[in-house]
């Protein structure tokens, strides 16, 4: 595995590796298994496989802690050799961003909704930097979680509006055993706070049973979320269609519901494809 830190360098070397069909996973890096599942669909399905970690400080708000975010660079390197990584790329902030950037806005009304809410700017930085990495990386094949649905969607908007040559691939959400979605955040919980976060994939599941018992009026499968999620502090439970568009009914293979909560201090998103 080849390991770079600087832009030109990563160009560089890809640039030699022509013909070759390129797989890119972009992560902040604290590797768990949902991005391992990642790496391992593009390894399936390219020739290089590239990884970048980047902790990405525009994406974060003012009063975010970025510093507080987790960073295990040696374990994610040894995770990524045994993942097969062809390339792993790890850039500092001054190798990506400009004393004067020419920045990108994400369309307003799918980035200041939902997570847009809380983090409002937040999809500004993270297209930023995923459009800066596209454009080192030249990747044919970029491979993005379902966990991160709105991110997933905006970056699939981004790729049609800059008429960008990237396949986007979605991958499905991995989970422990109890539900709870794999997230870097998770190493935040303790036990307690575990057995209180096992509640939101709960909740997904049970409003997933009654739409298959026949309950479509979304307002009535969100007041039943939002009683399972009475414990916890609800940042939002959403359902919207795959534009992102809210919608009153439940559309069969057009509907995701969305939830997002804070445990503790810590924020965390679920989501259900239906
Ligand atoms: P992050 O490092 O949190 O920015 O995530 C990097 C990529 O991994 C994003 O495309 C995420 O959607 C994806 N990801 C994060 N958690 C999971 C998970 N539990 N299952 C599948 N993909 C995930």
């Known amino acids: 595995m080849k390991i770079f830190y600087n832009t030109k360098d990563i160009q560089t070397y890809l640039a030699t590796q022509n013909s070759q069909s390129i797989g890119f996973v972009p992560t902040m890096g604290a590797l768990h298994e949902g991005h391992i599942s990642l790496i391992a669909t593009a390894r399936q399905k390219c020739h290089i496989v590239v990884v970048s970690i980047f902790i990405n400080p525009t994406q974060f708000l003012a009063s975010e802690d970025i510093e507080k975010y987790p960073s295990k660079l040696l374990a994610d390197e040894k995770i990524c050799r045994l993942a097969k990584v062809d390339v792993l790329f790890v850039p500092t902030v ?28 937040h999809f500004d930085g993270v297209l930023q930097v995923v ?39 979605p991958c499905e959400t991995v989970r422990e055993t109890t539900g709870l979605a794999k997230s870097s955040r998770n190493s935040y919980l303790s036990s307690d706070d575990r057995t209180k976060a096992d509640q939101i994939s709960k909740s997904l599941k049970t409003a997933v049973k009654k739409v298959q018992a026949g309950e479509h009026s979304t307002e009535l499968l969100k007041s039943i979320i939002k009683e399972k999620l009475a414990n916890l502090s609800i940042c939002y439970v959403e359902i919207v269609d795959k534009q992102f568009d809210s919608i009153d009914t439940i559309k069969p293979n057009d509907t995701i519901i969305l939830v997002a909560v804070h445990v503790g201090k810590t924020r965390l998103i679920d989501n259900i494809w239906l």
């Open 94 to 121: 001054s190798q990506i961003y400009h004393k004067l950037e020419t920045k990108l806005l994400a369309p307003s009304s799918k980035a200041y909704i939902l997570e847009g809410i809380d983090r409002p700017g």
């Open 131 to 169: 459009l800066k990495l596209f454009h080192i990386v030249r990747p044919d094949f970029a491979f993005f979680g379902k966990k991160d649905a709105q991110q997933l969607y905006l970056v699939q908007n981004m790729v049609e509006t800059y008429f960008l040559d990237i396949t986007i691939v």
